[in-house]
């Protein structure tokens, strides 16, 4: 059998897309509830209140819920092998007519793709909650904010323009660099510990992140205080582009672990880990 092929694959993500629906529906549907959170606090407070200040308080929804839609999107590694929790459903997973590569890319595209499709699909439907709300309510509806939501996560709306006037323009582009690349790294620890861990993905993998920011930031700081602002201003460039080169690597490694321990995984696994 061949490493793989764009045929098998096609069929082993139309087999995962089937048995997955009743999993997205219930995703979609906490998702939803975690974005309809802040907008119903938005209804509250403007009932009764000025247009002014029901699109102030809208806009302060809006900018909670792209914090929200981060967090899930990140988060969502940790269900890379959500659809191995049993015995028949590893045996089933595992027996697929397909090469170890072509269900872990599979998998792999539920977490990625799939995951922030259904986000995005969530803050849609509760937006729309939230303007029959007001127009049941009597609340000023202001406008649907799913445009500016888009906007803002593809980078071409005004808010998300990255334009510091102290900063030169190598600068913004390597702290830039550095965010991105921070951002790609903690995605691909959380799906390392999908992969490794086979209950409380979320919580101890969060932990480990908690940890490790206890760890290195203390030694951070303090390199930081030790340097002079001149020094510290003409090591801020290299010092971001190392440090974005070293998330980088990380997690593409984090990435490749995590396919090495899925080709381990076997019927039968340790208690917590899926070795």
């Given at each position: 059998?061949?490493?793989?092929?764009?045929?098998?694959?096609?069929?082993?993500?139309?087999?995962?897309?089937?048995?997955?629906?009743?999993?997205?529906?219930?995703?979609?549907?906490?998702?939803?509830?975690?974005?309809?959170?802040?907008?119903?606090?938005?209804?509250?407070?403007?009932?009764?209140?000025?247009?002014?200040?029901?699109?102030?308080?809208?806009?302060?929804?809006?900018?909670?819920?792209?914090?929200?839609?981060?967090?899930?999107?990140?988060?969502?590694?940790?269900?890379?092998?959500?659809?191995?929790?049993?015995?028949?459903?590893?045996?089933?997973?595992?027996?697929?007519?397909?090469?170890?590569?072509?269900k872990f890319v599979a998998r792999a595209?539920?977490?990625?793709?799939?995951?922030?499709?259904?986000?995005?699909?969530?803050?849609?439907?509760?937006?729309?909650?939230?303007?029959?709300?007001?127009?049941?309510?009597?609340?000023?509806?202001?406008?649907?904010?799913?445009?500016?939501?888009?906007?803002?996560?593809?980078?071409?709306?005004?808010?998300?323009?990255?334009?510091?006037?102290?900063?030169?323009?190598?600068?913004?582009?390597?702290?830039?660099?550095?965010?991105?690349?921070?951002?790609?790294?903690?995605?691909?620890?959380?799906?390392?510990?999908?992969?490794?861990?086979?209950?409380?993905?979320?919580?101890?993998?969060?932990?480990?992140?908690?940890?490790?920011g206890m760890v290195f930031t203390p030694?951070?700081?303090?390199?930081?205080?030790?340097?002079?602002?001149?020094?510290?201003?003409?090591?801020?460039?290299?010092?971001?582009?190392?440090?974005?080169?070293?998330?980088?690597?990380?997690?593409?490694?984090?990435?490749?672990?995590?396919?090495?321990?899925?080709?381990?995984?076997?019927?039968?696994?340790?208690k917590w880990l899926n070795l």
């Open positions: 059998m061949s490493k793989f092929n764009i045929n098998r694959f096609g069929k082993t993500l139309l087999w995962s897309a089937k048995m997955t629906q009743k999993e997205i529906l219930t995703n979609v549907a906490a998702m939803f509830f975690a974005f309809a959170v802040p907008f119903i606090i938005h209804l509250l407070s403007s009932y009764k209140g000025s247009e002014m200040h029901t699109a102030s308080n809208l806009t302060t929804a809006m900018q909670l819920n792209i914090f929200i839609y981060i967090i899930i999107t990140v988060i969502g590694g940790c269900w890379l092998f959500s659809n191995m929790k049993t015995k028949e459903q590893r045996i089933t997973f595992k027996m697929l007519p397909a090469t170890d590569l072509e595209l539920y977490v990625t793709v799939v995951w922030w499709v259904m986000a995005f699909v969530a803050f849609c439907l509760a937006d729309v909650f939230r303007m029959l709300v007001s127009l049941v309510a009597g609340i000023p509806v202001v406008k649907c904010v799913i445009p500016e939501f888009a906007s803002i996560l593809i980078g071409t709306s005004e808010h998300t323009s990255f334009t510091v006037n102290s900063m030169r323009a190598d600068e913004t582009y390597a702290v830039l660099a550095l965010a991105y690349a921070w951002v790609f790294w903690m995605y691909s620890f959380y799906i390392l510990g999908g992969a490794l861990l086979r209950r409380r993905q979320f919580v101890l993998t969060t932990l480990a992140h908690f940890a490790i030694i951070l700081v303090n390199y930081v205080d030790g340097v002079d602002p001149d020094t510290a201003r003409q090591l801020a460039v290299p010092l971001a582009w190392t440090g974005a080169a070293f998330f980088t690597a990380w997690g593409i490694a984090d990435w490749i672990l995590s396919y090495k321990i899925f080709r381990r995984m076997q019927v039968i696994n340790n």
